[in-house]
């Protein structure tokens, strides 16, 4: 389920997080840094806001302005979503801008060995929007049914939908099929697994939408519904 402001409920708090590399406790953390911490109304940002948003400050410092264009966000979510952040001791403020805590470094590492960076393919016959965007998740394809899950999820987020592929015997494929449905997408084929380099049991979701960041976060949203299955 992707999760939208509900319930009060505590943040984590940097012990909670410090070394922890398993996946449902990555999956915690990042679930309750989305969820409402104070009485009023409840800013918009959700879970794949969340990941997003480490990715972009583990690369480099960055300030509010910068993320709320990122983002899409207005200035007050943004605030509110730094404030999350803090609390839970994964973001602090720099002399250059938001950096991550040694525990927001050590999330993140434990996240991208779960969830690759997000990359931008084509329009084809295999997608469903304008502009799509993949991720990679690591060793998840026996959770894969038709990928109707990773769909859904990616709906919930505005995206138009989502394609889920599973890499096995060295192969791209639609689960619940023997089709070569590259077969007359080499071009795309070659681009996705250059870039993202899966390996067996791994799985590729393309989030569609009608502009780059509600693909990218229907991708992310479709790649945590499938962590939480696992």
Known sequence: MTLWFGDTKA?????????????????????????????????????????KVLMIINRKPVGRVSLAKALGLGEGSIRTLVKHLEKAGLIETSREGIVLTRSGQELVSNMKSRISETTEVPKSALTVGAFNVAVLVRGVAESVKAGLEQRDA?????????????????????????????????????????????????????????????????????????????
């Open 154 to 230: 990616a709906i919930k987020v505005g995206a138009h939908g989502a394609t889920t592929l599973t890499f096995r015997n060295g192969r791209l494929s639609m689960p619940l099929t023997n089709e070569d449905v590259f077969r007359e997408l080499p071009k795309v084929r070659d681009m996705i697994i250059s870039r993202l380099t899966p390996r067996e049991d791994d799985i590729v979701v393309i989030g569609s939408a009608g502009d780059r960041l509600t693909a990218e976060l229907g991708a992310i949203a479709a790649a945590l519904e499938t962590l939480k299955a696992k």
């Open 11 to 51: 943040i984590p708090t940097p012990s909670r997080i410090k070394g922890e590399g398993n996946t449902l406790n990555i999956l915690q953390v990042i679930e309750d840094a989305a969820i409402k911490i104070a009485p009023g109304k409840a800013p918009y940002f959700i879970e794949a806001h969340i990941v």
